[in-house]
């Protein structure tokens, strides 16, 4: 049977001190105020004579000038050939890539039997073009035996014409003669008549050789006419087949354009980096190469400011830069000074060609952002072209106790009603 003690027993034992109680006398009031007085003083003036600079990080990636070019594919297809290697020098317009982007049925490849038919065509009307110069060639020059002819024939009648008027003239004088002669006396009737016969002879004999000459140059001028309008008949049929020709020359660029596409650099430049290798299938807006330019490039960073922090940045500012690629753990932070600051947001898709654009979890460009150049100056760095770096913007100073009254002026603002100034 358990033992059971009396209530006052328990509570005697708990009660119970089992040494002696020492009591410790307390600061003195005049210190405790003193203590309290100094900390007040000096959070005080803490509060009044200290300050804060708002600071936020953004990010930004290194870029250069002249700017890195970065190659995508124009089409979806399939690399068929590298023409270059990564760190050859390219001048403008070398062949990079070859592109193929041909489409293949059941009756064969359909851009090579387009390019031999669009040949043939060409073959068949430069054999055109050919024969009508060479008609043209031929009839100019068989006209121009004729009109050849035709003028050394014009010179003998022409003799022959003058020599006729000659005759007529002394025919006439010895007319003249016979009927002063008949007048007096000295011949008769018919011998005057005679005389008179072989004048309208001789006339005829001029009259038909001076029309036979008018004619012959009628007809030297229908040859000349004949010439410049057979010339311009064929230059006419020959310009047609011309134009036909350039325009089957269009159809073959647009038909070997949808087969074979070469890529090519269009600036002179380094090779930086290969994104695709032969045999490789790429879809439109795929990048393909990257090119370093020729020159010696300034470096340069592009940072983005968010709308809150626009109104305190300036130019001329310095900030603290973080490269990813030197760890500041390491490297520790580096100057830059803002050279330039957009007025106004960039567009979404300007953003969206950026790596370093601010982004959200689905990868989208949202908000409005602006685009700060920031110069360096940090030469001891091997920087390139499209390192991400983020940097420190040290934007409005205030005194501490303005940061405290902080929410004070949210809730001033929900209470404000409406600004009329």
Known sequence: ?????????????????????????????????????????????????????????????????????????????????LMVTNGQPVAAGTPLYQLDVSQVTRSGNVTTATLAAIEKQQQQLDAIITQLQNNKRETLANLQQQLTQYQQAQQGVQAMVASSLEGL?????????????????????????????????????????????????LDITNLRSAQLTKAAEFDNQISQSRYQRDDLARQLAEADAKGIRLIVAPTRGVVSALSVTPGQMVNAGDSLIQLVPAATPAFSLIIWLPDDSRPYVTQGETINIRYAAFPYQKYGQFPGRIVSVSSAPLAARELEGYASAPRTASGAVEGSWYKAIV????????????????????LEKRPLYQWMFSPYYSLKKSVTGPVNE
């Open 1 to 81: 049977m358990p033992i059971q003690f009396r209530p006052e027993v328990t509570q005697h034992q708990q009660r119970h001190w089992n040494g002696k109680v020492l009591l410790l006398g307390g600061w003195p009031a005049w210190v405790t105020v003193l203590l309290t007085a100094g900390f007040m003083a000096l959070l005080l003036t803490f509060l009044l004579f200290g300050s804060y600079t708002r600071r936020i990080n953004v990010s930004g990636e290194i870029t250069t000038e002249p700017h890195t070019v970065n190659l995508f594919a124009p089409e979806q297809g399939v690399i068929s050939q």
């Open 169 to 217: 003239q002394a025919m006439r004088i010895s007319r003249d003669s016979y009927a002063a002669s008949l007048r007096k006396g000295l011949i008769n009737t018919d011998q005057m008549n005679n005389q008179r016969y072989l004048y309208y002879q001789q006339q005829s004999v001029y009259q038909s050789l001076n029309a036979q000459a008018i004619q012959q140059a």
């Open 375 to 394: 110069a360096l100056n940090n030469p001891s760095l091997a920087l390139s072209s499209g390192m991400l770096a983020q940097s420190t913007l040290f």
